[in-house]
């Protein structure tokens, strides 16, 4: 009987997994791919790298709240005279394709 149950929940898991990997691979390819022109696969493989880090330090996640799997959300800013003080820096990374939004010191 264990057999049955652990090849059903090996089967769940690949389902839950596979999920998970086409959500990320449509993610990429709207962000990423469809955005920019690869020369070559060292190329890809550095446009993929890069859009992994931004993913997972800099990107917005709606089920994280708006904030990033490696990043928490920072605390809002309530007090006026720092909200009009405010000034925002963007980085473009990957020629522009990817942009990180930050607050400048």
Same mark, same amino acid.
Request: aromatic share 6%; hydrophobic share 40%; proline share 5%.
């Given at each position: ?18 999920a998970?990997?086409? =959500?990320? $691979?449509q993610?990429?390819?709207? !962000? ?5 022109? /690869?020369?070559?696969? +060292?190329?890809? @493989? ?22 990033a799997?490696? =990043?928490? $959300?920072?605390?809002?800013?309530? !007090?006026p005279?720092?909200?009009?003080? /405010?000034?925002?820096? +963007?980085?473009? @990374?990957l ?6 939004y930050?607050?400048?010191?």
């Amino acid at each position: 009987m264990s057999h049955v149950v652990e090849r059903l929940l090996r089967t769940v898991r690949a389902v839950l997994c596979a999920a998970f990997s086409t =959500r990320r $691979v449509q993610s990429s390819r709207r !962000d990423l791919l469809d955005r920019c022109l /690869l020369w070559n696969e +060292r190329h890809l @493989r550095h446009a993929l790298r890069e859009y992994e880090r931004f993913y997972n330090q800099h990107r917005a996640h709606q089920a994280l709240a708006q904030a990033a799997p490696l =990043r928490p $959300v920072p605390g809002p800013i309530a !007090d006026p005279e720092r909200i009009i003080g /405010l000034n925002i820096r +963007r980085r473009d @990374r990957l020629g522009g394709v990817l942009h990180e939004y930050s607050h400048a010191a």
